[in-house]
């Protein structure tokens, strides 16, 4: 059974950068994963996703250009590199995974197509 693990939150100013982890447990990681975010107040949203053949990515808008997600699947992680951040960008952020899917299956932006969550971590961007 898989479980992830996410670590790299802070806090931090405005236009710094962080680098989230996501550490999985199980087999590798050959399925669709995402990061979500969910702002103090606000629903949940999801923030990126990677396909489990690495070759198909996308962003929410309010991110692209600045967030990269990535997988180092010898190490079983899941990354997002934020850069430029900004005080909209303040949550709890979560990892999410998707074992059930194939290699090929594309990521989703939609949190019940995970079944598999992190715990979160805090990311609070002053101005």
């Known amino acids: 059974q898989v479980q992830l693990v996410e670590s790299g939150g802070g806090l931090v100013q405005a236009g710094d950068s962080l680098q989230l982890s996501c550490a999985a447990s199980g087999p590798p990681l050959n399925y669709p994963m995402a990061w979500f975010r969910q702002p103090p107040g606000e629903e949940r949203e999801v923030v990126a996703g990677i396909s489990g053949l690495l070759d198909n990515k996308f962003y929410v808008d309010s991110v692209k250009g600045r967030f990269t997600i990535s997988k180092d699947l010898a190490k079983k992680i899941l990354y997002l590199q934020m850069n430029g951040l900004e005080p909209g960008d303040t949550a709890v952020y979560f990892c999410?995974?998707?074992?059930?899917?194939?290699?090929?299956?594309?990521?989703?932006?939609?949190?019940?197509?995970?079944?598999?969550w992190g715990q979160g971590t805090q990311v609070t961007v002053s101005s």
């Open positions: 999410a995974a998707s074992p059930r899917d194939g290699r090929t299956y594309l990521p989703r932006r939609e949190s019940n197509a995970y079944d598999t």
